[in-house]
């Protein structure tokens, strides 16, 4: 299974999705369409650890995280 | 008597519902929060979980500059993140954070990420500040 993970006032919300179902990668590509659309970033991780942003859906990230734009604070 | 029963049972049920509502807010603040340390603890590499179990603080290099930034922590001190030179010494603190109401945990997160993937983004919109005095001194360890 493949998560989307949110920040969001709760924490975060978890979206997983079997990479396997057609049906739910097409909605998750949506769904990281319809953030990254409103600014957020998106970013996964390696098995060592090290992060990276990505600009496109990857189906075969396990993780990918979902953070709101940045402000000055 | 009768009306006074009245009263203390309906202050009753008020009191008793306030302290609901009270209930309610804090379990959800601590497990806003305590998601949002989680999820920041299982992001961090191994040297900054550790560091950051150790001090209030971890540290990441900047993928642009190669500059060092500690990240401290949020629910503690602000602005957190303090640029460091290689003495350890702070140059510089910078305000920036991810949008909307956050727990500390997921806004060192964003903060970890941004600085280690997109540097030059993060501080074009980071607000500058002096480092915070009190902070150095209780940093020197």
Request: hydrophobic share 40%.
């Amino acid at each position: 299974m493949a998560v989307q993970i949110v920040m969001d006032h709760t924490g975060d919300s978890r979206y997983p999705f079997n990479p396997n179902d057609a049906q739910a990668v097409a909605k998750a590509e949506k769904r990281f369409h319809e953030l990254t659309g409103i600014g957020f970033t998106a970013a996964v991780r390696s098995a060592s650890g090290e992060v990276s942003q990505v600009r496109s859906f990857d189906p075969t990230a396990e993780e990918t995280l979902f953070f709101p734009r940045l402000v000055g604070g | 008597m009768f009306p006074v029963r009245r009263f203390t049972s309906q202050a009753g049920v008020w009191g008793a519902e306030a302290v609901r509502k009270l209930y309610r807010s804090l379990v959800a603040q601590i497990t806003k929060e305590a998601r949002g340390r989680r999820l920041l603890r299982e992001w961090l590499s191994p040297h900054q979980r550790a560091q950051f179990d150790d001090k209030d603080y971890f540290e990441v290099v900047g993928c642009d500059s190669q500059k060092r930034y500690r990240i401290y922590d949020r629910k503690l001190y602000a602005p957190n993140v303090h640029e460091v030179d290689d003495a350890g010494q702070f140059k510089v603190a910078w305000c920036f954070l991810p949008a909307g109401r956050l727990a500390a945990g997921d806004i060192m997160l964003a903060q970890k990420i941004a600085l280690e993937t997109n540097e030059d983004s993060a501080l074009a919109v980071a607000k500058r500040f002096a480092p915070r005095p009190d902070l150095m001194a209780t940093t020197r360890r």
